[in-house]
């Protein structure tokens, strides 16, 4: 299931997320023509396993240095809901 959600990412994806929580469902958005890649996440609160491209793995560390939070989790959530970071993830854990 990694790999086919890793061969259907969108080339705008930063993260893949294969473990969240605290997400609501009413704001993710679906990933057309991905089955393996169920939603678009708009403020997870948090996560057990991150895969990140090597654009996410940049933006992230330029947009986190220094931290603004005083854990990853949140400056992720904060970065993904104000449109910074762009995250997919399966609707079911890999």
């Known amino acids: 299931m ?4 890793l061969r259907e990412l969108p080339q705008t994806a ?7 929580i605290l ?3 009413t704001n993710m958005s679906p990933v057309p023509g ?3 890649l ?3 996440a708009h403020r997870p609160l948090g996560t057990g396993a991150i895969i990140y491209t090597a654009k996410g793995a940049r933006k992230v560390l330029e947009q ?3 931290a603004f939070f ?4 949140s400056m992720l959530s ?3 809901e104000n449109g910074h970071l762009e995250v997919i993830a399966p609707l079911i854990a890999v």
């Open 2 to 5: 990694i790999v086919g959600a």
């Open 14 to 20: 930063d993260l893949l997320y294969l473990e969240f």
């Open 23 to 25: 997400e609501k469902c």
């Open 34 to 36: 991905a089955p393996h």
């Open 38 to 40: 169920s939603v678009r």
């Open 64 to 66: 986190t240095m220094p």
């Open 70 to 73: 005083p854990d990853l989790d």
């Open 78 to 80: 904060h970065l993904i």
